[in-house]
T-cell receptor, first 110, second 118 residues
Framework: GIQVEQSPPDLILQEGANSTLRCNFSDSVNNLQWFHQNPWGQLINLFY???GTKQNGRLSATTVATERYSLLYISSSQTTDSGVYFC????????????FGTGTQLKVEL | GAVVSQHPSRVICKSGTSVKIECRSL??????MFWYRQFPKQSLMLMATSNEGSKATYEQGVEKDKFLINHASLTLSTLTVTSAHPEDSSFYICSARLAGGARPYEQYFGPGTRLTVT
């Protein structure tokens, strides 16, 4: 099946720092979403981005579908950004099924 | 918009009993809902896809007789863990796909249910 790998697995930042999270996938996809899972387990939709670039406040994302990767940029990080970031993809021809990546655990410290 | 709720948020039950978890789309209709399981420090794994008015489709390795799924309406799906055992303890999360939305593959997630079987 499709492989979805995220890097880095763990990241510690000082408040105010910037970071880039990467998501590599092994096959052609119809959909790619980025999520933030907060410490209580809630998954928050960040981006629906099968291709192109989007920005929402301090966050932006870019997906290069032809090269099978997506990047999530976090600028001026805050302690509330802590949690786990997941990308998830739907394989082309794979129906509705989301396959989640391995996740990046982010901790933002004062 | 696109809010999904789950109930209960946390449940503790004794081994051998059954537990029902509800997943509701509050402000939209969902023809398709999904059930995931997440173990500590791991990613989400899809258990089954639930379509309104038809039988659920289970992923390989998921016991359909143990994890009963019912999707009786466009806003409600339920997962029943039957004869629960300690190894079923996990975080169960549902999601819903917006019917007829501009983003046909986008899923919205509930807050999850933490199940502990003693």
């Amino acid at each position: 099946g499709i492989q979805v790998e995220q890097s880095p697995p763990d990241l510690i930042l000082q408040e105010g720092a910037n970071s880039t999270l990467r998501c590599n996938f092994s096959d052609s996809v119809n959909n790619l979403q980025w999520f933030h899972q907060n410490p209580w387990g809630q998954l928050i939709n960040l981006f629906y981005i099968p291709s192109g670039t989007k920005q929402n406040g301090r966050l932006s994302a870019t997906t290069v579908a032809t090269e099978r990767y997506s990047l999530l940029y976090i600028s001026s990080s805050q302690t509330t950004d802590s949690g786990v970031y997941f990308c998830a993809v739907i394989l082309t021809g794979g129906g509705n099924k989301l396959t989640f990546g391995t996740g990046t655990q982010l901790k933002v410290e004062l | 918009g696109a809010v999904v709720s789950q109930h209960p948020s946390r449940v503790i039950c004794k081994s051998g009993t059954s537990v029902k978890i509800e997943c509701r789309s509050l402000d939209f209709q969902a023809t398709t809902m999904f059930w995931y399981r997440q173990f500590p420090k791991q990613s989400l794994m899809l258990m089954a896809t639930s379509n309104e008015g038809s039988k659920a489709t289970y992923e390989q390795g998921v016991e359909k007789d143990k994890f009963l799924i019912n999707h009786a309406s466009l806003t409600l799906s339920t997962l029943t863990v039957t004869s629960a055992h300690p190894e079923d303890s996990s975080f169960y999360i549902c999601s819903a796909r917006l019917a007829g939305g501009a983003r046909p593959y986008e899923q919205y997630f509930g807050p999850g249910t933490r199940l502990t079987v003693t």
